[in-house]
C-alpha cells in the first residue's frame, strides 16, 4: 500500500528544498502514465482529479482507478480531489479513500471560505487525510486575445490573507496567488517572489503553485527557492498528447492502420 497524503511528502520537500509534481488526469489512461513516469523516476507523485473533469471519468471510477493504481504503485502516491467547489462531494472523496483533497472556496469571501475550508479540514484530519486550501482567487487564461497579466498583482495573496486563512483553518497546504494562471500562458507571467517568500516565512504550512505548466525551469526553481513544495500541473501536458494524437491521426500509415482495423473489427 502506497497510498500517502501530502502530510507524509510535503514537509519532508519544503526542509530539503525540493517540490512534488502534481498532475492531473482526465482520463483513465493519463492516470495509469503519471503513475508509470513516477515509478520510472523513482518519485512521489501526486495524482489528481478536478472536479472540471467530471464529465470524463466521473468521480466514483476517476477515484475508484486512482485508489487501485496508488495501491499497486511501487512509489509513494496521493491521490487527490482538485478544485472542488462543493463541499459534499470532498465528503465523497474522502469516504471512498481519497488521501487528500482541496476545497476550492476561494470565488467566495475570506469569511465563507474560512468556515468550509475548515470544515473539511477537521473531516480530512478525522479520516488521517489532508487538506489542501486556496487563498485568493487564481485566474484562468482561457479568453481570446492576449491577457494583461499587470492587472492581476492587486489581487496575489498578501501575507495577512495568508496567514489569517493558515491559523483560522488548520490547513495542510495552502495554493497561493503570485503570478501564475491557469491555461496555456499567452504572455509571460509577473511573478512576485518576494510576497512568495514573505508568505512561506510567514505560514508554516507547504506552499502550492497552480498553473505551473508553461513556467520557465528558471521560474520553477525560483518559486521553490522562495518557497513552493507542490508543483500543479496539468495544461501543457494535455495540449502536448492532443497534438501528438492529431499529428499520429493525420499521418497516412496510421490512418490505414485504423482502416484496417476498423475493417476487420466489422468482419468479424
Ligand atoms: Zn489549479
Redesign the pocket.
Known sequence: MTLVTLNDILPKAKKEGYALGAFNYADLNTARGIVNAAEETNSSVVLQI?ESHFPYPPLRIGGKFALDLAKHASVPVVVHL??DTDIKTCIEALKMGFSSVMLDFSLKNIHENIVGTKKIVEFAHDLGASVEGEVEV?THDGGDGKPDYSNLIDNYTTVSEAKKFYDQTGIDAM?ISYGTV?GIYRDKPILNFNRLNEISHAVPVPLVV??GSGLSDKEYRNSIKNGISKI?YYSVMSFNVTKGLRKHLDSKKLNRYFYTMLTQRLLD
Open positions: 478536478a482538485d478544485h487564481m495554493a491557469h497552480h498553473g500543479n
